[in-house]
């Protein structure tokens, strides 16, 4: 758009400037071949322009020897590729064959001040113009752009401002997309053509950082994905449709990390997943509700194949039980709280079939102490970029031009 502008303006104003005035009849040694109407009135010159002794300007005039309108051959080419169109003597409307074949694609008009008022172009090589640009004190200051798509923009400046978008046809935008300083910093859709906007995408330099969604069609967000480069990095989620976001879950490398729930839905971050390969392969769980993690679960294929409680909150382990097949198999008890096993019991068909006391055996492997949900929360929600300008604010935390996959 701003390259046919620009070779509009500056042949429009060669034109303008070059353009001589009428000579007479009877004018001695003309620099170009003239024609005249049988009263001896000037209709049309002829001028070469470059001295290679071929014709590449043309002026035409009306009766009153004003001149009408001027063509120009910018490529030497001997076919004319902008025709200037006057009233009055001042020019008001310029066509231009920007890509030099013969064919107009660029539509220029002007005001009483010379100035351009209006811009059409031909983006299809249809014949007519699609886009219209409208401009302010020399300035864009709106743009409209017909085709499979309905396309407004507003400019402020002379920069892209905001672009509204009528996708479906049926004269209603759906899609907003808002600038600053020329660059996309927020983008808003319609999906469901409902005239309710359930899809926003924030974006820095130019690449999209943050996306809330509505799933519900309530006018809340209930959804809210991270982005880092082209990856989703993040993404929460109100899954209970309870006004909050009761999950969290971290991704690396398109690959799902880990997994913060309020599994109550109370209010109350308490359950944590770990994955790796995006199999679920650790859970810790709140079980009382005190802000510490106090039961862990292990994974292996898909099965659980150990468990480790701490049942007097000093943060150690203190259970330890192992599964077979799913099954539990074993449970293994510090009752003395020093870091020793004391008591065994023996489990088959989830019913306990033995039982001894152990003098201070060595747990069967070494268990971390359990951690603060807070942890959990901060480590997880950290884990997102900086986004600067953004003005929704989010509760806490599938797309706007991303193409991310989250496998």
């Not at 929460?236 to 997994?259: H, P, S, V, Y």
């Not at 330890?320 to 004391?342: P, R, S």
Request: no cysteine; hydrophobic share 30%.
């Amino acid at each position: 758009m701003t390259r046919y502008l620009s070779i509009g303006l500056s042949l429009l104003l060669a034109l303008l400037s070059d353009v001589k005035s009428v000579p007479s009849a009877h004018a001695q040694q003309p620099v170009a071949s003239f024609y005249y109407d049988e009263r001896g009135n000037v209709t049309r010159q002829e001028q070469d322009t470059n001295n290679d002794s071929k014709m590449d300007r043309w002026i035409y005039y009306n009766r009153q020897g004003q001149i009408e309108r001027v063509e120009q051959d910018v490529n030497f080419d001997g076919k004319a590729d902008v025709t200037v169109y006057y009233e009055s003597g001042k020019a008001v409307r310029q066509e231009i064959a920007s890509k030099q074949d013969g064919q107009i694609d660029t539509w220029l008009y002007l005001n009483a001040k010379g100035e351009i008022e209006r811009k059409g172009q031909d983006s299809d090589r249809s014949g007519k113009p699609t886009i219209w640009v409208y401009y302010l004190n020399g300035q864009p200051a709106r743009s409209e752009e017909s085709g499979k798509s309905n396309r407004t923009t507003y400019f402020k400046d002379g920069k892209i401002s905001r672009v509204e978008e009528d996708t479906n046809g049926d004269g209603k935008a759906e899609s907003f997309s808002y600038f600053e300083n020329g660059q996309l910093v927020r983008k808003e859709l319609d999906r469901k053509h409902v005239g309710k906007i359930d899809l926003w995408g924030y974006y820095q330099a130019g690449r999209l950082i943050k996306q809330e969604e509505d799933l519900h069609g309530n006018g809340k967000v209930s959804r809210v994905v991270y982005f880092q480069g082209d990856e989703v990095i993040r993404r929460d989620e109100d899954t209970a449709q309870r006004g909050r976001m009761d999950m969290i879950e971290t991704f690396a490398q398109g690959r799902l990390m880990k997994r913060l729930r309020d599994a109550k839905g109370i209010g109350k971050w308490d359950t944590v997943f770990y994955f790796h390969d995006n199999q679920l392969v650790r859970e810790e769980r709140d079980t009382n509700g005190d802000g510490i993690f106090d039961l862990r679960i292990l994974y292996e294929n898909g099965q659980i194949v150990a468990q480790e409680a701490d049942t007097n909150n000093d943060r150690r382990v203190d259970v330890w039980v192992n599964f077979h097949n799913g099954e539990q198999a074993e449970q293994l008890e510090d009752q003395k709280y020093q870091g020793k096993i004391t008591a065994r019991y023996i489990f088959k068909g989830g019913q306990v079939v033995g039982q001894e006391q152990l003098a201070n055996v060595e747990p069967p492997r070494a268990s971390l102490p359990f951690a603060p949900v807070e942890e959990a929360l901060q480590s997880m929600t950290s884990y997102s970029p900086s986004m600067t300008g953004d003005r929704r604010t989010a509760t806490a935390t599938p797309g706007i031009e991303s193409g991310a996959e989250m496998k």
